[in-house]
């Protein structure tokens, strides 16, 4: 029993609550240090929860309500090393985001401070909880923050519009998530995790197969997995900067979480012998999300909207990487996500000191005018070659990991999605880079120009001089980190170690159940990855780097034979991105009923 | 038990979907969401009762006595907690917007398109 579990809830939560209690008498710089200093001491106290995690999974029940007898009734947390990562992960995070609004919102109240610590406690408990239930109401209560931040600018009706497109299709999600809870709890009495898990043991029936595909699609919404995705965009492009660092950086990723959680815990053991169903649906879904998030994103000339569609795209990406069902590639979902956080957060925040410089997110309003800004573009362009995997960064590390896994199952063709999307959504990135701090192109670029313009409201002040070192410290730090992560020996060791933990279904029951001490054994020594994925991913990046200075230059052929039927269908998959929530909706409907039908149709064939 | 609620809670969130999906007002569209969300309480509650159970007090009644299951109620009075969050805050969100663009109607607004 560990007194320190409830803590990354309670503390970020207790002084949420205090904060917004005294939001007349408490001034802005006191809201910010209390914020950040929750923020600091609720990373330290996951931190700790992770090293003692790393020897065995901490298990906390709440009242002490402990099982007799091998039967749950309390509520548990459950913390083993990846859930305690993601909260270590969260925290550091929304500090960076908090530390660069030290200069934003000049309008700010300490509301802002109240939602983000809201959010943060919300997402801790939602990758510490073991008791599926719990995880439905920490998704809830992490939503309704998100929701609130996304329309944090109540000036402006687009903000509004996103917050609500957002809000739907999200508690839409959730329902689904809740009818499959309702479903298991049917079934087996339990909403303790390893309790379902037990009890349902092996059987698998048409209530399993509608728990499992109501559960996993409503956590897809979350992770904007296509086509659930289409929320995604329209929240980051209107959200605040430092809030779109966490919603691409960590929250979109508990989405993938939360199945990854779900499934090794209660579904591995009914889907056993239909695994090779469960891989053929996420592959498939995981590669069109990869694809169209990529196509979509090169296609953008609003920057924070670019950037999130490259996340729906590496979402796709760790996808395929659950898809596998590998440890291997679980270890590589982990450190892919430790690794797109951090170079995606960073590319907000540069988004962020664009706005903050020049009021402006449009890459072609832009144009050349961040050309002295050399500190910044350097940043901009390393985390744009860590978006590319290139060799040196901690998506390296966890893009190999996913193919070794693939290659593991002989799918050694997920290698060419990740190429697809490297190549498109860090060739975007670069050609921003190219266009707003190097003036390459033109101004009025007819084919970018195409794209949607969305006028940006100003976060902050007019600055005209120069970049305050808190807005600019934090991107820094996040792409220095990320480097450090790819480049520290036995990270990669580490976190497999982690994934087989959270694989090993009977090892979570054991320890939750029988408070038994399960055997943490080391992943084998890892072969240094050498030769072939070295140079694909240096050739995904040379290729980005092509593909970017190719589309300013002026032989990009946007006329071409050959290009129309590439153009007419960037031109249908603009349009089904319609802004409408019905549409959006219709979608999530559609997929839950194809994935519905595609699961239970492969295991009835079989 | 009986079929019926089942059937109950599925159409009660099928037409939620549609009301989301055809609406032209997003005042509307938060309450279809409602009446999507009502389909989890009724299928919470059916999951949870028992033929011929009493409400589950457990003071003064015979050791054995059948009754309904309390946890889906807890279940269900957080869900109503949560959700009544969400819609208000979705309402709030869903008034600022006509404030500010004149308009509920998502086919006028244009601004988050492609």
Not at chain 1, 252 to 258: C, S
Not at chain 1, 569 to 590: C, E, K, N, P, W
Not at chain 2, 51 to 76: E, H, I, K, N, S
């Amino acid at each position: 029993m560990s007194t320190l579990a409830p803590l990354p809830v309670v503390i970020p939560l207790s002084v949420a609550a205090i904060l917004s209690a005294l939001n007349k008498f408490v001034g802005r710089r006191l809201s910010e240090a209390l914020a950040i200093l929750t923020t600091i001491a609720t990373g330290l106290i996951c931190g700790e929860l992770l090293l003692q995690a790393r020897v065995q999974p901490v298990i906390h029940w709440f009242g002490g309500w402990t099982p007799r007898a091998g039967v749950a009734l309390g509520i548990s947390f459950v913390i083993d090393p990846i859930g305690a990562g993601a909260a270590v992960f969260t925290s550091l995070l929304v500090l960076a985001a908090l530390i660069f609004s030290l200069h934003y919102f000049d309008t700010v109240g300490t509301l802002f401070h109240v939602l983000m610590l809201g959010f943060l406690g919300a997402m801790c408990g939602f990758a510490l909880t073991g008791d599926l239930f719990n995880l439905f109401v920490f998704f809830e209560l992490m939503s309704a923050s998100a929701f609130a931040l996304c329309g944090y600018k109540v000036e402006e009706p687009e903000s509004m519009q996103g917050a609500l497109n957002f809000g739907i299709t999200n508690t839409v999600g959730a329902f689904l998530v809740l009818s499959g809870i309702g479903l298991l709890y049917g079934r087996t009495g339990a909403l303790n995790m390893a309790q379902i898990g037990r009890t349902l043991g092996g059987n698998l029936d048409g209530l399993v197969i509608t728990a499992f595909v109501f559960i996993m699609a409503g956590f897809f919404v979350k992770a904007a997995v296509f086509p659930f995705h289409f929320w995604l965009a329209d929240a980051h492009a209107v959200a605040p900067t430092p809030v779109c660092v966490l919603f691409s950086g960590i929250m979109v990723e508990l989405g993938i979480y939360a199945v990854l959680r779900v499934y090794w815990v209660i579904f591995d053991g009914p889907f056993a012998a239909h695994r090779w169903d469960v891989r053929a649906l996420l592959l498939a879904v995981g590669s069109i999300t990869a694809v169209v998030g990529a196509v979509m994103c090169f296609g953008q000339r609003h920057i924070k909207r670019l950037l999130a569609f490259s996340t729906v795209s590496h979402v796709g990406l760790l996808t395929i990487g659950f898809g596998v069902l590998k440890e291997d590639a679980l270890a590589g979902v982990a450190l892919y996500v430790l690794g797109h956080g951090l170079v995606k957060a960073a590319l907000f925040l540069v988004a962020g000191l664009l706005l903050h410089r020049f009021s402006s997110v449009d890459e072609l309003e832009l144009h050349g005018r961040a050309c002295r800004m050399h500190a910044t573009g350097v940043v901009f362009f390393a985390a744009a070659l860590g978006l590319a995997s290139m060799p040196g960064f901690a998506t390296f590390l966890g893009e190999s990991g996913i193919i070794d896994g693939a290659k593991g199952i002989g799918q050694g063709w997920v290698r060419a999605v990740f190429v697809i999307s490297g190549m498109l959504t860090a060739g975007a990135v670069l050609r921003v880079w190219g266009r707003v701090f190097r003036g390459m192109g033109k101004a009025d670029d007819a084919e970018t120009a195409s794209a949607k313009k969305i006028d940006e409201g100003r976060e902050t002040k007019a600055a005209s001089h120069g970049i305050p070192a808190a807005m600019f410290a934090p991107a820094a730090g996040l792409v220095l980190l990320a480097i450090a992560i790819g480049l520290t020996p036995g990270v990669k060791r580490a976190v497999r170690t982690a994934a087989i933990v959270m694989q090993d279904r009977t090892g979570y029951q054991a320890r939750v159940l029988e408070h038994a001490w399960i055997s943490v054994t080391p992943a084998e020594e890892e072969h240094t990855p050498i030769g072939k994925g070295l140079a694909w991913s240096f050739g995904t990046t040379a290729a980005a780097l092509a593909l970017a200075f190719l589309s300013l230059s002026p032989y990009w052929p946007t006329k071409h034979v050959l290009v129309r039927p590439v153009a007419k269908t960037v031109h249908l998959l603009r349009a089904i991105h319609s802004g409408h929530v019905g549409d959006y909706v219709a979608f999530l409907t559609f997929g839950v009923a194809a994935f519905g039908v595609v699961l239970a149709v492969l295991i009835h064939l079989r | 038990m009986s079929f019926f609620p089942y059937a109950v809670a599925a159409w009660l969130f099928v037409i939620g979907l549609y009301g989301i999906v055809t609406s032209r007002n997003f005042v509307h569209l938060v309450i279809c969401l409602a009446v999507l969300q009502s389909s989890t309480y009724v299928l919470l509650l059916s999951i949870g009762y028992r033929v011929g159970g009493t409400a589950p007090v457990f003071a003064g009644v015979r050791v054995g006595t059948p009754a309904v299951d309390p946890v889906v109620q807890a279940l269900m009075l957080t869900d109503i907690v949560v959700e009544a969050t969400v819609v208000a805050l979705l309402l709030a969100l869903a008034l600022q917007l006509h404030k500010r663009a004149n308009t509920l109607d998502p086919d006028k607004l244009k601004a988050l398109e492609g």
